[in-house]
């Protein structure tokens, strides 16, 4: 979860407004609206951001290194000599495998030469072997035969891969809900009394801002509240089980 998304999470479940926070912190309006947009740069460099993440932070009751170290790892941590290096090591890396796969074919073309040419000497040299070419033949039919049984236990498996989240708010709560991609399927507050559900493919991922005030279900299995009364809570649930990762 980036830094924005937890920060502006917590502020919804504190119920306070960006102009109240900016209050507080004393950090302009329009630069806490970048910041939960994970854009830093109205802070001025990445050690005015640094202190403006620490105090937006600690006014809502998050743990402040936490949140500066996400953002070193994320932003300050990396300079960009290092990327550039890490860029080209990949892309040579990719010409070397590519310059070696033509040999590889050049030397499977070679071999698949050489059996054949054995193979029409043998033809020739008798009648003998023309009742072993038949035999040969025999076990390609096999082959065939069983691409399809894989393909069909291949097939079942996407059935499998589906996953559904349902939530009924029993009091508003802040959510933001995503696939496994980091697709965001739902962003806001659902309000008391009501119930959604989501689906996706391998995962779903969603943000509670108000724990206490919702209620889970994954794929059929009711999983109850998950979290206290004003407690922000990550969850993550896959299709092999409906608990929470």
């Known amino acids: 979860m980036s830094i924005g998304v937890t920060l502006a999470a917590a502020r919804h479940a504190a119920g306070m ?12 309006e329009t630069v806490i609206y970048a910041i939960e947009r994970d854009d830093f740069s109205l802070c001025g460099g990445d050690f005015y951001a640094r202190g403006h993440v620490r105090n937006i932070a600690k006014t809502l ?8 170290h996400q953002f070193d790892e994320e932003h300050g941590g990396v300079p960009l000599p290092v990327r550039a290096a890490a860029v080209f090591q990949a892309e040579s890396t990719i010409k070397l495998r590519e310059r070696r796969s033509p040999n590889w074919s050049t030397a499977m ?9 054995f193979g029409v000497a043998r033809v020739m040299s008798g009648s003998g072997d023309t009742t072993t070419d038949p035999k040969a033949a025999v076990p390609k039919a096999p082959v065939p035969a069983a691409g ?4 069909a236990k291949k097939a079942a498996k996407p059935v499998s891969d589906l996953v559904t989240l349902q939530v009924k ?10 696939d496994g991609k980091g697709k965001q399927m739902f962003r806001g507050t659902l309000p008391a009394g009501r ?4 689906k ?21 299995k009711h999983l109850g509240v998950p979290g206290k009364i004003g407690q922000l809570v990550h ?5 092999e089980t409906p608990g929470s990762r």
């Open 148 to 151: 399809p049984a894989g393909d």
């Open 17 to 28: 407004t960006v102009a109240q926070l900016s209050g507080r912190t004393r950090i302009r």
């Open 195 to 198: 119930t959604s559900t989501w």
């Open 235 to 239: 969850k993550s649930f896959g299709p």
């Open 61 to 68: 009751g998050l743990d402040p290194d936490a949140i500066v």
């Open 200 to 220: 996706a493919h391998k995962e779903v991922r969603v943000t509670i801002g108000n724990a206490g005030g919702v209620d889970l279900e994954v794929n059929g």
């Open 169 to 178: 708010a029993t009091k508003p709560s802040w959510l933001e809900v995503s």
């Open 109 to 117: 073309a070679i071999a698949l030469a050489i059996v054949a040419v």
